[in-house]
């Protein structure tokens, strides 16, 4: 923080705190579009670490798997049960299986599991790189003629990019298990009718969309992981906060990607 926006009394006036706020938030997006800019270079003039790729798919994979299976059955049981009485009411219950799909594939599906990734994976890479940073580790690479970006950076955001689709449509797949569980709490459908009439309802044009925006979930999470833990700052603390600004950054800007990605498929 500057002397000159401090007054007599020790204290900033709110003017020049305005400027100072003003001055770091344009400093910040200077060094994300450095950040980026970088790692555009690197991806296409650098080979890329495939054993280092292989290894962070399956941490992510590992990471996440078992959360993403609960969850996955758990969301559609509710949905099922939440479902089920107003379309009772309505005497609609055979759109049961055909909606939960729908709802699943096209939302539920991409949005939770990225948010579940978002939180295990952006978390674990913000606390790993930040930590490497704390130790110097990353310093240390640079000085002995290391690419740092392109050993930790990109395997890790193309790992998050090619495995979050993959436990999407797994998710997706466990979803549906859990309505037809739902289903069978109250009546008696065998798994091979129920998915007859839960796959009559979807189209190609819902799964496509859903896949896509997947692979953007993904990107989003690696990079800001990648981010925040490799412009951490020097103290031990630095660690913590650079893996809980991972989760809340990656999760927001989900959000706003999955906005954007609905009215571009509205469109459509």
Known sequence: MSKKALTKTGHLSFPNMVKEKGFMFFIKVANVVDYLKNIVRNLFSNRLEFQEFLKQCYQIGNKSVGLISITGIIIGLVLTIQSRPPLVEFGAVAMLPGMVAVSLIREMGPVITALICAGKIGSSMGAELGSMRVTEQIDAMEVS???????????RVLAATVMIPILTLYADALGIFGSWLGVNIKDDVSLQLFLSHAFKSVEF????PAVIKSFFFGAVIGLVGCYKGYNAGRGTESVGIAANSAVVTASLLLIIVDLIAVQITDLL
């Open 145 to 155: 003629n290391t690419n740092p970006v392109n050993f930790l950076i990109i395997p």
């Open 205 to 208: 044009i819902d799964i496509i």
